[in-house]
């Protein structure tokens, strides 16, 4: 059991949502437990009765913190945003701030829900060629939009929730086979950011429900 | 043209997104142009190279303001937050406003895009059911999720940003025919709101492009 004061996050190692804000919890150094949510075995353990009086949706993650449970990774970085110290994961800038926004939602609710397990589940046989092109599409609109932003990082030169949703995206692209050749920008500030270490220790090979063979 | 002060909202009248945009003007009494982008004349008015310049998602709703571009309802909404005054779109105490974007994030990441006119083009034939099971999905979650949050509003007493997420989706889910009546506090949420001026005024039937024979 965890302890009452550490924060509890329910995630599946392989959830880029869940990595999302695993992500967080690293550049801000907050401990926390992890209980996982295993999507695929006994047909999803986020299908039971218990998962789903913690988050409705039946999705990961959800975290558990300060008495209350969260569900949606954006609104959970959010809250560790506004309540604990730590690196900002927002500008203080509110034009800047806009921008990182502005890129979180793009990634978070213009490209990922579409290719997230369920949806593909429900597309089936085709599901590959349709993940290929949501994250396509996604991404031509997206390294355009990083052109005007990025610095040495998505928005400026300071790490932000903006690179916290784009290295999971880009982990997603490259399991669906995804070419990155025509976004140099997307690729450049991927290589940048999944060498440090907040990336690293959250990296979803590296977690306590990683099986063995896909550990590195 | 517009003055170069009033912010210019790139919008289509019955975009729930755009829609979302418009409320939030409204609550805080902000006064802007919109362009209209009509998403189906000539194929799409979004697709022109003029508006990808703009918004390479190609989408609405877009905000020219103060100078710089943001697109994403849920960025634009929380730069006029940051940056106007009026009454606030989010509450101050950190778990409320965690339970808002929760809601915001639910409807803009897990119902909304799956149900967008870009996705139901693609799907085809089978597009009203797919849009009816996507948004009876996770009007099941949110209903569960308001349980614990309404009060007289989706979180509370205090109009948020998940009241202006909220109505636009109830009005898609009315467009594709989806049966209210297993969702009553998203049902009686809707009542209490559609009929406030904000609301109103910004309702996709009164827009400058809502067609004639759609107009009441």
């Known amino acids: 059991m965890a302890a ?6 329910y995630s599946y190692f392989r959830s880029s949502c869940s990595w999302r804000v695993r992500i967080a919890f690293a550049l801000k150094g907050i401990e926390y437990e992890q209980e996982a949510v295993n999507l695929i075995k006994d047909g999803g353990q986020q299908q039971s009765e218990k998962y789903k009086a913690l988050n409705p949706m039946q999705q990961v993650p959800a975290l558990c913190i300060d008495g209350i449970t969260i569900s949606q990774s954006l609104a959970i ?3 560790l945003e506004d ?3 730590g690196p900002h994961l927002l500008p203080q800038d509110p034009k800047m701030r806009a921008q990182v926004r502005m890129i ?7 490209i990922q829900p579409l290719q997230n397990l369920y949806v593909l589940q429900k597309i089936g046989a ?6 290929q092109h949501f994250i396509v599409r996604g991404f031509q609109a997206l390294e355009l939009i990083l052109l005007q932003t990025a610095g040495r990082y998505c928005v400026g030169d300071e790490i ?3 690179d916290i949703c784009l290295v999971p995206q880009v982990y997603n692209a490259e399991r669906f086979k995804v070419d990155l ?7 450049r500030l991927n290589e940048t950011l ?12 590296r977690q306590p429900d990683t099986p063995a063979d896909l550990q590195v």
Chains 1, 2 share one sequence.
């Open 83 to 85: 309540t604990r110290p």
């Open 4 to 9: 009452p004061d550490k924060p509890v996050l």
């Open 104 to 110: 979180c939602d793009h990634i978070a609710s213009g």
């Open 126 to 131: 085709e599901k590959v060629e349709w993940a």
């Open 160 to 162: 932000s929730m903006a």
């Open 181 to 187: 050749t025509p976004f140099p920008t997307i690729k």
């Open 194 to 205: 999944i060498v440090m270490e907040a990336f690293q220790a959250s990296h979803p090979s």
């Open 77 to 79: 970085i959010q809250y």
